[in-house]
T-cell receptor
Framework: DADVTQTPRNRITKTGKRIMLECSQTKGHDRMYWYRQDPGLGLRLIYYSFDVKDINKGEISDGYSVSRQAQAKFSLSLESAIPNQTALYFC?????????????FGEGSRLTVL | SQQGEEDPQALSIQEGENATMNCSYKTSINNLQWYRQNSGRGLVHLILIRSNEREKHSGRLRVTLDTSKKSSSLLITASRAADTASYFCATPQGGSEKLVFGKGTKLTVNP
């Protein structure tokens, strides 16, 4: 089984719908991240969490919210999806703080908003 | 905001040749990482080089870091078709623990 699991892997939805992307990890890491990848733009950080009670906005948090339900679970929600949120979303984890350690990525959740 | 920028955006070579990708960044860093992404898959960590290191090797990978020029290079020697992927550099943003990724170099190794 993968160390960082994302569900769903693919999702097609309509404008205005609420969507939740889930991430669970078995690596025992405290730090979890949500990134978004768009063609030609690389990866951009949406939210990150350094422990269950710590949630921080990243570079592009508008239109998104997150929930850290447990050390191993970090969910990303789109309250009212819009077409420009069509992208590939990645969850990642890491175990060490500064200097920043290696990130471990899930396989991604491809979201299409029509 | 983008910290690292890879160059070139795309690179196509023949199997057996060496592939060199470059990354430039804007602010002082304490480390720089390189990641690989096969098409549509998650990123995989390749190597981390610290600011007090100038060169690091891992198998067929060689990474250099020039802090005076704020640049790094990733060299893949004796490339294989399986090396076809996108390669990203990543640096900590400011003094934080957040990693910021460049836009990547898409490498194609032709058999």
């Amino acid at each position: 089984d993968a160390d960082v699991t994302q569900t769903p892997r693919n999702r097609i939805t309509k404008t205005g719908k609420r969507i939740m992307l889930e991430c669970s990890q078995t690596k025992g890491h405290d730090r979890m991240y949500w990134y978004r990848q768009d063609p030609g733009l690389g990866l951009r950080l949406i939210y990150y969490s350094f422990d269950v009670k710590d949630i921080n906005k990243g570079e592009i948090s508008d239109g998104y919210s997150v929930s850290r339900q447990a050390q191993a679970k970090f969910s990303l929600s789109l309250e009212s999806a819009i077409p420009n949120q069509t992208a590939l979303y990645f969850c990642a984890t890491s175990s060490v703080g500064g200097p920043t350690g290696e990130l471990f990525f899930g396989e991604g959740s491809r979201l299409t908003v029509l | 905001s983008q910290q690292g920028e890879e160059d070139p955006q795309a690179l196509s070579i023949q199997e057996g040749e060496n592939a060199t990708m470059n990354c430039s960044y804007k602010t002082s860093i304490n480390n720089l990482q390189w990641y690989r992404q096969n098409s549509g898959r998650g990123l995989v960590h390749l190597i981390l080089i610290r600011s007090n290191e100038r060169e690091k090797h891992s198998g067929r990978l060689r990474v250099t870091l020039d802090t005076s020029k704020k640049s790094s290079s990733l060299l893949i020697t004796a490339s294989r078709a399986a090396d076809t992927a996108s390669y990203f550099c990543a640096t900590p943003q400011g003094g934080s623990e957040k990693l910021v990724f460049g836009k990547g170099t898409k490498l194609t190794v032709n058999p």
